[in-house]
């Protein structure tokens, strides 16, 4: 499915493109998502070998439950990768919003719906004003996000005071990662991604044909179609054959429809990519650079709070765990494995679902075969290495064929 | 080539980076039709001049004229509102985008109707527009899509200059066209400029390359440590002349012929 947003505009001789010339596009990265396809599809396969547990209904919603919140905290990651920078405090951001919304919820009795908009508007806020800092004074954002992730870490302890956990009672917020919908419900949201994806499809193509451009394949449009709709009814099947389709995550699939469509086809997303590409080009084009950089952070702050929101509604309560462990150094290196560049200017949002997905069939498979956390630690690392080395490779390759 | 006043035009304009006095009251104007070579020695300020027209870093004193008129540019959107545009030594593309985004980038042209709120970005009109450019201006590039960073030195130049003309300029400022550029890219890029002028556009190019800058000049304006140092009509001059204000030992050479820094009849080949 990211093979649909990434290629789309791409000139119709490309679209049946030789199979040697496919073979070359695969090793240098141009179609790093298929890639991870391939990587993430072996990974099931190995684990569906070890344990048949792993491929059950229940524990694909499971794996789905269980990357929804770091998936969400990776997209606001990809944005900021796209810029070349990183924001190391996204784990600190999520746990302390998540706690905002827990203290003004379950202490303060604010309406849930509120406690979440604060807490938003605190990542948000915490996001520009990192970015801030870090283009108005030219501080590296690994040195300002690092002291946001002490700080904010500081602050949640304080918000969560003594009591040190608060458990999250009120169903509008537990509901957004508890909540299944029925059978017939399913259908319909899967009868509408499809359609919505299709009409999407013929009107780009019309609108081309209009202004009297080349246009993709018919044959070629009808692949991409015919991939989303069997992803999207083997995915409903799936879901329903367990609890149902679950509300996180459409909220997952929604922001990253959402933010790749703000990336990809909007005059901002443009000016991301230019700013990663060529920060200087794009100031002389007349781009504010400065204020890119800080809608971008405030960007990865409201994901990140988001995400927080997202893991203390699954998990039932928000502790001074939270956004701790090893959360941060899992949202970033989703995108980086699933193919956003860390050099900038390269990537997808479909990176951070994709990523997400590769971590969490790691963990939850190593889960399902009872090894221990330190077998995982390392495995996840390993995968990670690998995942830098082949985008390094592909690097190399681009520019020794002249392609930067 | 040119009639009536400038279009641009300069008057004592000065500018210093700390002790250095990059630019020192400098007179300079182009006119529409005109293409105008800035010459000189490295250092000499010619990189300075076009930057402070484009509005990269504003000027410490003197007048800047557009049209007859008093302007100020401090920014380079100034100098884009006014009709400036320039293309830089250096580029300023960005490789991780194609020939569109790079064209557009900065002006993205928005779709209409229910795209617009989100400034849904309109590839289809930005990608039409982009091949009558590239057509009308004799451009040749493999695909409209191919990222900046896959062409050839030529190809990123001419995407560069025809970049410049989208907004509808006057007055287009080239900074070291063919700098870098093989012979048969040299002259794609000077053909260019030769259609620019024949829009009617003020060209100014900055060039160490003398054979390349009598090749498309109407006129040959000379800097040298920051100040004016002479101006040819590049019709009745000859390249020792201009060498000669480059270096600024025409004078002594009567007396110390052989001088190897004066350089030798056409030693502007050697200027770089």
Redesign the interface.
Known sequence: MSETATTAPAPAEEAMPRPKETLRRLIQGDLASLRVVIGLALIWAIFQFENDRFLSAQNLTNLMLQIAATGLISIGVVYVLLLGEIDLSVGAVSGLAAAVMAVLNVKHGWNPYLAIAAAVAVGMAIGVLQGSLFSRFVVPSFVVTLAGLLAWQGALLQVLGSTGSINLTDPKITGLANTFYSDAVGWIIAAVVVGGYGAVLFLGHRRRAAAGLDSESFAGMGVRFGLVAVVTIVATTVFNSDRGVPLAVLILLAFVVGMEYVVKRTGFGRHVFAVGGNAEAARRAGIRVNGIRVAVFGIAGTMAAIGGIMAASRLLAVNQNSGGNELLLLAIAGPVIAGTSLFGGRGSVWTALMGALVIGSISNGMDLLALSSAVKFMVTGGVLLLAVLVDAIARQQRSATGRV | MSDGAPLLELEGVSKRFGPVQALDRVDFAVSAGEVVGLVGDNGAGKSTLVKTIAG?HGADEGTIRFEGQAVSISR??DA?ALGIA?V?Q????????DVV?NLF????E?SAGF?QA????D???M??QT?ELLSNLAVTIP???S?V??LSGGQRQQVAVARSLLGEPKVVLLDEPTAALGVAQTAQVLNLIRRLRERELGVVVISHNLVDVFEVADRIFVLRLGAAAGEFAAESTTEEHVVSAITGVGSEREKQNGDPEAGAPGGGGGER
Do not use: F, K, W
């Open positions: 990269i380079p959107q884009t320039t830089y250096d580029l300023a593309l960005c490789d991780n985008l985004a980038l900065g002006r993205e928005v795209g989100s400034r849904q970005l590839e289809a009109r990608e039409h091949g695909s409209l899509r990222e960073g896959t």
